[in-house]
């Protein structure tokens, strides 16, 4: 499949941005409102009629706008796979057990690829008005203005962030013994909820470093390109590619990379 043309990633980058806009503005309509909240896979696993709400909301005008595209969008709203050279990766709400508390740290993620490779990323954390872009090869964006990686060089004074999975009751992979060696090593460490919102965090400096085990695609279709187009870098634990699936993952400033891997690892 050739690169697609300059004006057609404006388009969809632009498209991306206004979807992110619009289902944000329903989150902020709808935090610290009742809600509807049930469970998924565990009973701390999360969902609410706001998520599905925003996801039908995108999927339906991406239906509308440009069919002939692929969508893949967590809760269920659209999994397909048809060969088509567009793919969007969504996560209608990331930081869902912090919506349904009222903790205000949750966003809109919405990734595309073009033949497999990440083109565009977008993130909108609503309660900020902050939005995140990037486009590969056009660097990345923080409300419009150009954002860069911090330059700190110790993990003694970086800033990192982790996040667990729902099944950190019952599993034995659980990320505690790297959070151990993590704490023990940083300047500080964060769990705030939101791994599409930590990877913008190290895009713009606010964090060094961020890892977790077990995300889905769609908890890092757009971060991982934002990281890069900002002068980051992501890998698995073991300093590889991030598998599609997001199964593992460490993002930095770059300047930290192999330091964190190795103290990850132990
Ligand atoms: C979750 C958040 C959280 C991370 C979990 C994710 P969700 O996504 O990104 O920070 O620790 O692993 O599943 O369920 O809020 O979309
Ligand atoms: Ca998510
Ligand atoms: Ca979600």
């Not at 050739?2 to 990633?9: D, I, K, M, N, Q």
């Not at 709400?53 to 999927?59: G, K, M, R």
């Not at 993620?109 to 309660?127: D, F, K, N």
């Amino acid at each position: 499949m050739t690169t697609p043309h300059l004006a057609e990633v404006e388009q969809v980058r632009a498209l991306a941005i206004r979807l992110a806009r619009e289902a944000g503005a329903v989150q902020r309509r709808r935090y610290e409102t009742a809600l509807q909240i049930s469970s998924k896979s565990r009973a701390i696993d999360l969902v609410t009629e706001v998520d599905r709400a925003c996801e039908q909301l995108i999927v339906e005008t991406l239906r509308r706008e440009r069919p002939g595209d692929d969508i893949l969008a967590e809760e269920g709203g659209a999994h397909e796979d048809g060969g088509a050279a567009w793919r969007w990766i969504i996560d209608p709400l990331d930081g869902t057990v912090n919506f349904a508390h009222g903790y205000p740290f949750f966003c809109v993620s919405i990734g595309v690829e073009h033949a497999g490779i990440r083109t565009v990323g977008v993130v909108y954390e609503p309660l900020r008005d902050e939005l995140f872009d990037a486009m590969r090869g056009g660097g990345a964006r923080r409300n419009g203005e150009a954002i860069r990686v911090s330059t700190a060089a110790t993990v003694q004074r970086a800033l990192l962030a982790t996040g667990f999975a729902y099944d950190v009751h019952d599993s034995p992979v659980d990320n505690l013994d790297l959070l151990t060696r993590a704490v023990k090593a940083a300047g500080g460490v964060r769990r705030d909820g939101s791994a599409a919102i930590d990877l913008c965090y190290v895009a713009c400096g606010r964090f060094e470093g961020y890892w977790e085990l077990k995300l889905h695609a769609w908890d890092v279709a757009a971060g991982i390109l934002i990281v890069e187009e900002a002068g980051g870098r992501t890998s698995d634990l073991a300093g590889g590619p991030v598998p599609a699936d997001g199964r593992e993952i460490l993002a930095s400033n770059g300047i930290l990379h192999d330091d964190l891997l190795r103290l990850l690892r132990g």
